[in-house]
């Protein structure tokens, strides 16, 4: 059964993102994707010009979806403190639920590939914590206490990379969401 246009690219897509979720952390070639496709890797060029085209693609999808959820949390939360820990949580959950993506967040599957690709992501995660920081300041303003936007949306980022890692580290076994309650309230007093 023939596979409609922009199927075969999806397909490649997500076998490579299945590939990543490997604890194991075999470095993953255009030929071991094909062979997992059952394409000749010549098939696989016929769809991205290169393996950082793929990876791209991948980024592209992480960014599509977490911008997409970030931004519904944004519309529809008024208050900047729960803002702040909605954003905090759906990126503990993407990753919990998408393990490869995971370690391209973490950049364990970017090593050794195009350095424009990790400079894609620091991108990505400048713009999280750039909302960070526009839902705390709101939360000032709601609040009146100070909170040190800057620092504090620093240090909200700094967390939900430290669990990214803690859980690719772990085999995929220390889930993101474990604890999390707690350590938001303890972290500046995010409590709902």
């Known amino acids: 059964m023939a596979l409609k246009p922009g199927e075969r690219k999806q397909q490649i897509l997500e076998t490579l993102a299945k590939m990543l979720e490997s604890p194991k952390r075999e470095k993953i070639t255009t030929a071991s994707l094909a062979a997992r496709l059952e394409v000749s890797e010549a098939a696989l060029y ?26 519904k949390i944004t519309s529809e939360e008024e208050e900047g403190l729960r803002q702040a820990r909605r954003i905090v949580t759906i990126l503990l959950l993407f990753a919990e639920k998408n393990h490869g993506m995971t370690r391209v967040l973490t950049g364990d599957a970017l090593v050794n590939e195009d350095a424009n690709l990790q400079a894609r992501v620091n991108q990505l995660f400048d713009r999280i914590e ?36 803690q859980f690719a580290k772990s085999g995929f076994k220390r889930k993101p969401m474990e604890f999390v309650q707690q350590q938001l309230t303890l972290l500046y007093g995010l409590e709902e």
């Not at 980024?59 to 911008?67: D, S, V």
């Open 130 to 165: 750039s909302t960070l920081k526009q839902s705390l300041r709101i939360a000032e303003t709601q609040t009146g206490r100070k909170f040190d936007p800057e620092s504090q949306a620093n240090l909200l980022l700094c967390f939900v990379i430290g669990r990214w890692h």
């Open 46 to 71: 016929r769809h991205f010009p290169s393996k950082a085209r793929m990876f791209d693609g991948l980024i592209e999808f992480i960014e599509h979806t977490l911008f997409g959820l970030i931004n």
